[in-house]
């Protein structure tokens, strides 16, 4: 069974730089592309970027509100993903999910883990 | 880019049609055949109920179909049913590799 679980989440503070963690099972993760959507509170789900294969260099693209702030890697030998959010902003309160992309879809969700960001 | 455009909420009878439009630009869901649908139900993880305009996932009832026209992609449920209520977000991949997400239609078994 695919699982994807996420942690890291909570409170922070303007300008912090917490990284969240996304722990997989039941596939062989080094296999897939991976990536990282959220949902901001009372708006709808936007993707956040994603990571390619380690024979594709472990390329990586984002959405123009992170680019520059944000930083999706990976650990094969782990099994895990990691998404470093630095320069926080209120704008990225938001549930963060873990999911697998896979041909152009996103087949496997995470539950998804909190970031609040407030003084 | 901004996210591509869903009416905000339909409703119907159990056992009724209903039909989600989602539309786009020629950058997105007019570029190519890579839009999907999915259903999230608060507190859940989404799912996806369609991929590549039209093409069910083993274990989506096949009352969920696809379809696509230039610009605008759209997810019809026939025969709806209680459990169908939830919101729907439609995703297209875009230039530059990225993905864009529909703006969330709530849909509503009267």
């Known amino acids: 069974e695919v699982q994807l679980v996420e942690s890291g989440g909570g409170l922070v503070q303007p300008g912090g730089s917490p990284r969240l963690s996304c722990a997989a099972s039941?596939?062989?993760?080094?296999?897939?592309?991976m990536a990282w959507v959220r949902q901001a509170p009372g708006q709808g789900l936007e993707w956040v970027g994603r990571i390619r294969l380690k024979r594709e260099s472990y390329t990586t693209e984002y959405a123009a509100s992170v680019e520059g702030r944000f930083i999706i890697s990976r650990d094969d030998s782990k099994n895990s993903l990691y998404l470093q959010m630095n320069s926080l902003e209120t704008e990225d309160t938001a549930v963060y999910y873990c999911v697998r992309e896979y041909w152009f879809r996103f087949d496997y969700w995470g539950q998804g883990t909190v970031v609040t960001v407030s003084s | 880019q901004s996210a591509l455009t869903q009416p905000r909420s339909v409703s119907g009878s159990p056992g009724q049609s209903v039909t989600i439009s989602c539309t786009g630009t020629s950058s997105d869901v007019g570029r190519e055949n890579y839009v999907s649908w999915y259903q999230h139900h608060p507190g859940k993880a989404p799912k996806v109920m369609i991929y590549d305009v039209n093409k069910r996932p083993s274990g989506v009832p096949d009352r969920f179909s696809g379809s696509k026209s230039g610009n605008t992609a759209s997810l019809t449920i026939s025969g709806l049913q209680p459990e169908d209520e939830g919101d729907y977000y439609c995703c297209s991949s875009a230039a530059t590799y990225t993905y864009v997400f529909g703006s969330v239609t709530r849909v509503t078994v009267l």
């Open positions: 039941g596939f062989t993760f080094s296999d897939y592309y």
